[in-house]
């Protein structure tokens, strides 16, 4: 009786990872986007679930080819890099309007994570996104701080982001952490 009962158990465990039993589909996996850059592919993993209006507003990016032929156009060692806005000549890409800052969702700026830029303004993100090469608690949401809003997080490419985080940097078009040498968004598109 006992060896039947596991055997029940295990069956039914299986069956629900299979989406088998009534009530018990599988999870849904989350979408992936791939970012093919001139140093390298990066696989961001986005969380509907905890920012599905940035989720919603990056892949509409993403769908409509806007990324491909931009650059990361601001690389600080020991905090981010950013792109997703700007082209090779740092011209500035027009956008959608600006989307609701959903900082407060329980995701925090850690290394690999995944945000939206934006200006002072809290409510101001549109395009532009960021890759924090390391845990930015300071720019996390929190009592007095409206925070950026995580909505991914790289899965696979961490040694590309390193790769651009060295390339050397300076002043271009009054923009500083400029990378001397574009490093081009090529091409973004989900998995």
């Given at each position: 009786?006992?060896?039947?009962?596991?055997?029940?158990?295990?069956?039914?465990?299986?069956?629900?990872?299979?989406g088998g039993l009534p009530?018990?589909?599988?999870?849904?996996?989350?979408?992936?986007?791939?970012?093919?850059?001139?140093?390298?592919?990066?696989?961001?993993?986005?969380?509907?679930?905890?920012?599905?209006?940035?989720?919603?507003?990056?892949?509409?990016?993403?769908?409509?080819?806007?990324?491909?032929?931009?650059?990361?156009?601001?690389?600080?060692?020991?905090?981010?890099?950013?792109?997703?806005?700007?082209t090779a000549d740092m011209?500035?890409?027009?956008?959608?309007?600006?989307?609701?800052?959903?900082?407060?969702?329980?995701?925090?700026?850690?290394?690999?994570?995944?945000?939206?830029?934006?200006?002072?303004?809290?409510?101001?993100?549109?395009?532009?996104?960021?890759?924090?090469?390391?845990?930015?608690?300071?720019?996390?949401h929190g009592p007095g701080?409206?925070?950026?809003?995580?909505?991914?997080?790289?899965?696979?490419?961490?040694?590309?982001?390193?790769?651009?985080?060295?390339?050397?940097?300076?002043?271009?078009?009054?923009?500083?952490?400029?990378?001397?040498?574009?490093?081009?968004?090529?091409?973004?598109?989900?998995?």
């Amino acid at each position: 009786m006992r060896n039947t009962a596991r055997f029940v158990v295990a069956a039914a465990a299986f069956l629900a990872l299979l989406g088998g039993l009534p009530g018990c589909a599988a999870a849904e996996e989350n979408p992936v986007v791939v970012f093919t850059t001139s140093l390298g592919e990066i696989q961001i993993e986005l969380y509907p679930d905890k920012a599905p209006k940035s989720v919603e507003n990056f892949l509409a990016y993403v769908d409509d080819g806007f990324y491909d032929g931009t650059v990361f156009h601001r690389v600080i060692p020991s905090f981010m890099i950013q792109g997703g806005g700007m082209t090779a000549d740092m011209t500035r890409k027009s956008t959608r309007p600006p989307i609701e800052n959903e900082a407060d969702n329980g995701l925090e700026n850690d290394i690999g994570s995944v945000a939206f830029a934006r200006t002072q303004v809290k409510d101001s993100a549109t395009s532009q996104f960021f890759i924090n090469v390391k845990d930015n608690d300071s720019l996390n949401h929190g009592p007095g701080n409206d925070g950026y809003a995580v909505f991914g997080r790289v899965a696979d490419g961490m040694d590309v982001v390193q790769k651009i985080v060295a390339v050397p940097t300076g002043t271009r078009a009054g923009h500083a952490n400029v990378p001397t040498t574009p490093v081009v968004i090529e091409s973004a598109r989900r998995k």
